[in-house]
């Protein structure tokens, strides 16, 4: 309940000064891409240092690495993206977010080409992803940001693993669903 | 005595009086307290005084009321209006018997229609002399009784004789003395004082406190010990031991609890302690005798049962001291602990790093003292995590309570290996998968009494959880003594639903491994229980995220055991870390059975069948580096090595590149992203920060063994 009119609340006295308050985005490279994600999904960005390869996963999964004593997961955005991975060089990135995978968060670095610059961005200015229809699946982003020389393609950082990507987690969940109520 | 007599008329008037004015008001308020008390209290006391003076018509018609008066004092009966009538009419009755005894006559009719208002109170005929007290046998039921009348007793109006006829319609009194060692000379004999003793064997089928209600009006004036027989004693001892903790803390308030001694004992011998207790220490040499002692002097209480009582006393309070020695603690708090250890370990695998890379010889010496305590702070604090199996195992005697009730079975469970130890939070994690399993063998599994006994079995089916440890796991088993898996049946479940081809051929333990594949049940009808078919495979599945493995062994008709083996920790185990091309793996050193080098000279390799015959076994082997994709670095031949792996019974050989020897590994899960693949079970971080993967062992065995069987 309390989270409701809270949430009510916040829609309905939305001023329209808050619309105008733009959002920072930070911007990078991803197999010859620019990409967008916003600020406050950021945790941290590391340095593309020492990832362990993860045999028989699929390609997008670059490996995992050590943030401070913790295993995390590295995705290899170009290899999501285009299925061409990175090569990694002296610019290579691993961008750490926080992802929602059933009903756990876990830590996710996003292994980028080069990290380029934070913008600001109002909303207003944003294009809506245009339709493909069931050709391909633009779940993962969340809009456009035209530039003066191309576009700025804005991560919906919330579809970013589907559950098509992660057949373990769609059955773990069935599975503890059954066990509970069986 | 007639003044007695007379006073005892009077008396049992009033009382009487009571208590008709008493029975009037309860008719309109029949669970007053107060009320009800006072029609017992009047039953009581005119049984006692008539008892007193020996009349035993009055004692053996208000007893059996006074029984049912408390029966309705303590709520057991209610007072209805017909009941409140019939006591209406004991009422009168009581009153014509004290004037019948109180005459000396003896009217046959009038105790007649006594036995005939006692039927209808009590709803039985009850006996028509207090005498008929049923009597048991052996001679070890004898009580002890003895009396020492002071002087004054006969001023005072007791009469002995008069307590000992009572106390023979309790029971039977075999042996009377009477001691007259306290009659002084014939001069001073005061015919007023009373001189005599008696020592009674008594027997009769009543309590302590009952004989004790015998000489309740004696007790200003007469000594008065009770002693228990012998058949009573052990009773006794044996009460002792099941006396709850909450009353085994004071000698005497433990020996009033078993009835072996009665309130006016303890309280005598308390106030004895406290008089020795004032006197002055120069006085008494003696210090203050405990209650015990001052008991067993009274004659009140054998020395055997107070022994026994001060033993049962030691050892509650010994528990209650062990108890205060255990600290509960937050598993959160203790989660935290371990889980900085596992830094410590790997903080110091990074010292020892840098120490070689330095070639620091001195740093060298000190760091492997530091590795030694490290270590064995490790494993002191992932034994502090470490609880038994045998209370979630003892959770299960409620649930197979339930069930064999539901289902009209007849099922024991018996428990083996319940101090056997794993991790709590292993232990939180296979509770579900535990249940259901036992659920399985109680509905599935176990037959009903009829078809058991058809069987030829035993009409009481038999579950058994069983626990060890073997190699680093803890093996825990399900095993039913029910009518086993029918693999004809479950085959055929499995082709309706196209698990398997009809023309397949199946060994009998790949037809069980069926019954964990999703949607497969054997039961046609689902109950509330099990037989839906999914649960099997959750279990399995719940038990390989633990990077555990199930087994199943079944006869049909014998019975099925169900066999889990999980690692004990989930947290630092001992790793051996191999190589493969450049990648660097850790093998959970418990698993590993030996290292040899791979040698075609030295073994019977088949290449084709990815087999190696390894003194006389065949065993499957898997080169690591092609297995798991990794991509061909050196093209250098390496020297390669085969580790030999075991879980449970199974074995495989892993060829690898390169062994780098024992770490200790603190398993860092790799998230939810990597479950479900196979070959790696967990990541660890090494001492110079990278990342090195765990492998899962039981299934990489899995695939070695599949591989084998394929080609």
Redesign the interface.
Known sequence: MGSFSFHTQATSAEPPSVEGTPEQFLTFLSGQKLLGLAIREIEEILEAEEITSVPRVPRFIRGVMNVRGAVVPVLDLAAYWSDTPSSLSKRSCVVLIELSIGAAAQKVGLLVDEVREIIEVHATDLLPVPEFGAVADLSFVDAMLPLENGFVILLAVEHLLTAEDLPAVRLQDAAKQSLECD | MDQLIQTFVQEADELLGQMEDALLSLEENPTDAELLNSLFRAMHTIKGAAGIFGFDPVVSFTHPVETELDRVRSGKRPLDPELSGLLLQCKDHTARLVEMVTQNTLDKALLAAGADLLRQVTGQSPPLNANNVPQAGSEADQWLISLSFHETAFRNGIDPISFIRYLSGMGEILDLITTQDRLPPLEDFDPESCYLSFDIVFKGTVSKADIASVFEFAEDDCDINILAPAALEQEFLQLIEQLPEERSQRLGEMLLALGAITKHELNRSLNRQREEASTPPSESPEAVRPVGALLVERGAVSPRVVDKALERQQQVRQKATQEAQLVRVDAEKLGRLINLV??LV?SNAAIRVQAERHGLGDLQEVLASAEHLVENIRDTALQLRMVQIGETFSRFKRVVHDVSKELGKDIELVIRGGETELDKTVIEKIT??LT?LVRNALDHGIESPAARKQAGKPGTGTLTLNAYHDSGHIVLQILDDGAGLNAGRIRAKAEAIGLVRPDQVLTDAEVWQLIFAPGLTTKDQANNL?G?G??M???R??IE?LRGQIDIHSELGAGTCITIHLPLTLAIIDGFMVGAQQ?RYVIPLAMVEECLEMNAQDWAVDEEHHCINLRGEVLPYLRLAN????PQVTQAPLRETLVVVRVGTHRAGFVVDELYGELQTVI?????????????SG?T?LG??????ILDVQGLIQSASAQMVVH
């Open positions: 596992g830094e790997i579900d998968p259901h099990s839906r999914v649960g495979d959750v279990v599945r719940n995220a990648e297995f798991l994709n990794i860092k899960p790799l998230g939810r992203l990597f479950q479900h693949f196979k070959g790696i990541s971080v110079t920060g990278e990342v090195a993967l």
